[in-house]
């Protein structure tokens, strides 16, 4: 039997690794486990990233990377908690999942990967609602 790696882009491996951090956070008891991955993902993407790309774009993506995750994270406890509201959370943590995935997609570009496969969802209604529209514009002038 052969092993089938999967070689993971440069954005897979910033999401991987601001969920890990949440992982280690929200799970205290498996925080030593995590804190290994992360140290292996961390290698993976200093090797990945050269410093003639490291920029505050880059940054400030990476950035809204990680705090997306955790805002995505919290929306899903808020839904299993409020069930009355929980299609408007749901809703709100696809708004912040498609400008994650527009901000992946560009970093991918970035890092000259063109393999189409990796590429993320980045819309999930024709009509976007005014406060998505605004953040999408945001994050889109950071190209």
Same mark, same amino acid.
């Given at each position: 039997?052969?092993?089938?790696?999967?070689?993971?882009?440069?954005?897979?491996?910033?999401? @991987?690794?601001?969920?890990?951090?949440?992982?280690?956070?929200?799970?205290?008891?498996?925080?030593?486990?995590?804190?290994?991955?992360?140290?292996?993902?961390?290698?993976?993407?200093?090797?990945?990233?050269?410093?003639?790309? +490291?920029?505050?774009? @880059?940054?400030?993506?990476?950035?809204? +990377?990680?705090?997306?995750?955790?805002?995505?994270?919290?929306?899903?406890?808020?839904?299993?908690?409020?069930?009355?509201?929980?299609?408007?959370?749901?809703?709100?943590?696809?708004? @912040?999942?498609?400008?994650?995935?527009? +901000?992946?997609?560009?970093?991918?570009?970035?890092? *000259?990967?063109?393999? *189409?496969?990796?590429?993320?969802?980045?819309?999930?209604?024709?009509?976007?609602?005014?406060?998505?529209?605004? @953040?999408?514009?945001?994050?889109?002038?950071?190209?």
């Amino acid at each position: 039997m052969t092993n089938n790696y999967y070689k993971y882009s440069t954005s897979e491996l910033i999401e @991987l690794l601001t969920i890990l951090q949440i992982k280690e956070n929200k799970f205290k008891d498996e925080s030593k486990k995590y804190k290994k991955i992360i140290e292996l993902v961390s290698k993976n993407i200093k090797n990945k990233i050269k410093k003639n790309k +490291i920029n505050a774009k @880059l940054i400030t993506q990476i950035s809204y +990377i990680s705090i997306s995750n955790l805002e995505i994270w919290n929306l899903k406890d808020k839904m299993l908690e409020d069930r009355k509201n929980y299609s408007a959370l749901l809703y709100r943590a696809m708004e @912040l999942n498609c400008v994650r995935n527009i +901000i992946s997609n560009n970093i991918n570009k970035k890092f *000259h990967k063109q393999d *189409h496969t990796k590429n993320k969802i980045s819309f999930f209604v024709k009509n976007e609602k005014k406060n998505f529209k605004s @953040l999408k514009n945001f994050y889109m002038e950071l190209f």
